[in-house]
């Protein structure tokens, strides 16, 4: 969908917010800026094309009781595991894909850069990380990353918990609430980012 067709519609009244796995999709449904919903679909299978296709059928049969103006997917983030990064974008399709069967609602993509910054949860600072450094010292880089990525991911559900007034724990779920969150407010903001927009050709 173009630019300007985006802008068109507005502000959409109900959104439905996805961060998605391998394995899961986890969700939120705002509507007028009200959380009305949200969860989490698991994925079953032996393989990725098993699990494919249980999304499939499991978001279509999913989404056939809701009316959806707009769907809001978190964009793939850079992984250095080509397999994983494959996989996610196989399941990502599948779910996009089996939304369209009851749904025509756009599709728009969000950064996490963008919804975590909003909501407050930006990337630690140099004191932050040698804080870490400081209190676990002579661990390998990778696991300071982890470590880094565990203690934002708390701070989104913290976040998320605070401002909707729930007690759930599950960091997938609680990102989805954020995206629809930072989505249903920000809509203006987020149709304009460069992934949203078809460049005319010729």
Same mark, same amino acid.
């Given at each position: 969908?173009?630019?300007?067709?985006l802008?068109?519609?507005g502000?959409?009244?109900?959104?439905?917010a996805?961060?998605?796995?391998?394995n899961?999709?986890?969700?939120?449904i705002?509507?007028?800026?009200?959380?009305?919903?949200?969860?989490?679909?698991?994925?079953?299978?032996?393989h990725?094309?098993?699990?494919?296709?249980?999304a499939?059928?499991?978001?279509?049969?999913?989404?056939?009781d809701?009316?959806?103006?707009?769907?809001?997917?978190?964009s793939?983030?850079?992984?250095?595991? +080509?397999?994983?990064?494959?996989?996610?974008?196989?399941?990502?399709?599948?779910?996009?894909g089996?939304? +369209?069967?009851?749904? =025509?609602?756009?599709?728009?993509?969000?950064?996490?850069?963008?919804?975590?910054?909003?909501?407050?949860?930006?990337?630690?600072?140099?004191?932050?990380? +040698?804080n870490?450094k400081?209190e676990?010292?002579?661990?390998?880089?990778?696991?300071? =990353?982890?470590?880094?990525?565990?203690?934002?991911?708390s701070?989104?559900?913290?976040?998320?918990?605070?401002?909707?007034?729930?007690?759930?724990?599950?960091?997938?779920?609680?990102?989805?609430?954020?995206?629809?969150?930072?989505?249903?407010?920000n809509?203006?903001?987020?149709v304009?980012?460069?992934?949203?927009?078809?460049? =005319?050709?010729?």
């Open positions: 969908m173009t630019k300007s067709k802008r068109y519609i502000n959409p009244k109900t959104i439905l996805i961060d998605a796995s391998t899961s999709m986890a969700f939120s705002f509507d007028e800026r009200t959380l009305k919903k949200y969860g989490k679909v698991f994925f079953t299978g032996n990725v094309y098993e699990r494919t296709g249980d499939t059928k499991k978001i279509s049969q999913f989404l056939k809701y009316e959806i103006d707009a769907i809001v997917i978190e793939a983030i850079y992984t250095n595991s +080509q397999n994983t990064a494959i996989n996610l974008s196989l399941l990502q399709g599948a779910i996009l089996a939304s +369209q069967v009851y749904h =025509k609602a756009p599709i728009v993509s969000c950064s996490p850069v963008s919804w975590q910054s909003w909501i407050g949860n930006g990337r630690l600072t140099k004191q932050e990380k +040698q870490i400081n676990y010292p002579g661990k390998y880089f990778s696991w300071y =990353k982890s470590k880094e990525r565990e203690i934002r991911k701070r989104t559900i913290k976040k998320v918990n605070i401002q909707f007034d729930l007690e759930i724990d599950d960091d997938d779920v609680a990102d989805s609430i954020a995206i629809g969150w930072y989505s249903s407010e809509w203006h903001k987020l304009e980012q460069p992934h949203n927009i078809d460049k =005319k050709k010729g």
